[in-house]
């Protein structure tokens, strides 16, 4: 009897200790995380018409610049910051001037928003929404400033088709130029 008591108390024990595991905290491929920015460039003579440049772009914090590019595309995916309610991003247009030369123009644009930090899980963390800024005659978004000295603007229009940064199914802003 005594036997069967220990045996059953052992594995009563062995039973406990399992009870407790948990599966693997691995975030699995696929999990939707934070969402990016999509910007798309269009053909300011005619606005459905995408038109592919030489674009160069970097996201300017406090200063630093984390330069990204060049590629000659006509659509840009960018991240938004999840610390701060803003961020500042140059584009440089790349052309080609008399002899061979490169040409560098480069515009900043400037987006407000707001952030909603959603939990996915204990192993994928958490991802941020982003809810771009109404853009009003008081305030504007994006802001759209040029390099000092200014050596004109190329971006001719930026327009918000999105204010809702959930997702990358398809563009957030239009640049016309």
């Known amino acids: 009897m005594r036997k069967i008591f220990a045996s059953l108390l052992l594995l009563l024990a062995t039973l406990c200790c399992f009870w407790g595991c948990e599966k693997d905290d691995i975030c699995a491929d696929g999990t939707a995380t934070t969402p990016n920015l999509i910007i798309t460039l269009l053909n300011q003579d005619n606005q459905t018409e995408r038109k592919a440049g030489n ?43 008399t002899g061979g030369t490169s040409n560098y123009n480069t515009d900043y644009l400037e987006f407000n928003y707001t952030r909603n930090d959603i939990y996915v899980s204990r192993a994928c963390g958490y991802k941020t929404f982003f809810y771009l800024d109404d853009d009003t005659t008081e305030n504007l978004n994006p802001t759209l400033t040029d390099t000092v000295p200014a050596d004109n603007l190329w971006i001719q229009d930026v327009i918000i088709t999105r204010n809702n940064v959930e997702d990358e199914e398809s563009a957030h802003v239009q640049i016309y130029y």
């Open 55 to 97: 674009i160069q772009y970097f996201m300017d914090v406090d200063g630093e610049v984390n330069l990204i590019g060049p590629s000659v595309t006509d659509s840009i995916v960018v991240p938004l910051r999840t610390d701060v309610n803003t961020v500042r991003w140059g584009f440089t247009l790349i052309t080609t001037g």
